[in-house]
């Protein structure tokens, strides 16, 4: 898949942990994949748990075992598909027994768009962040959630 910056996402637009980022090298990336209309990510079984939309750095902040920040730490974990996310639980299940027990064991089909963040290409594992721009409401992007059946 090609890259391409997004036209539509001008430096005026502030992205949310921005006191975080701004201190990172090139974060987020100025440089992005084709924007997707959809992405999947992990989630607790209550829909208005406020882990379903923090990311991994926000998340763990207090946990001093977790690594040191980084730019993608600080976006939102996406997959390109509902068999790209389950194909990453089984493999995190089988890694560690509790996995989803720690990342959440349902999934949210969130609506994406341009206004939405900026996103990286997805990898060969499906898998991309959103870095999210300030205006962006998660709760309102839920399309569907669900448990997570492997």
């Known amino acids: 898949m090609k890259n391409v910056e997004h036209s539509s996402s001008p430096s005026s637009i ?11 090298k090139n974060c987020p990336p100025t440089v992005s994949g084709l ?3 959809v992405g999947y990510r992990f989630g ?3 829909i208005n748990h406020p882990n379903n939309g ?3 750095a926000v998340k ?24 790209t996310l389950k194909a990453r639980a089984r ?3 089988n890694y560690s027994p509790q996995f989803l ?14 206004s939405s963040g900026r996103q990286t ?3 060969a594992d499906g898998h991309f962040d959103l870095h999210e721009y300030s205006s962006f409401n998660l709760q309102a992007a839920v399309q569907e959630h669900r448990l997570l059946i492997l």
């Open 14 to 24: 502030s992205f949310k942990y921005h006191s975080n980022i701004s201190t990172l």
């Open 35 to 37: 924007p997707l209309a």
């Open 44 to 46: 607790d079984s209550d």
């Open 54 to 56: 923090l990311p991994v």
């Open 60 to 83: 763990n902040k207090n946990n001093s075992t977790h690594h040191r920040p980084n730019c993608s730490s600080y976006a939102l974990s996406m997959y390109v598909s509902l068999d």
């Open 91 to 93: 493999c995190g299940v």
């Open 101 to 114: 027990k720690k990342i959440g064991n349902h999934y949210l089909k969130i609506q994406l768009s341009e």
């Open 121 to 123: 290409a997805p990898n």
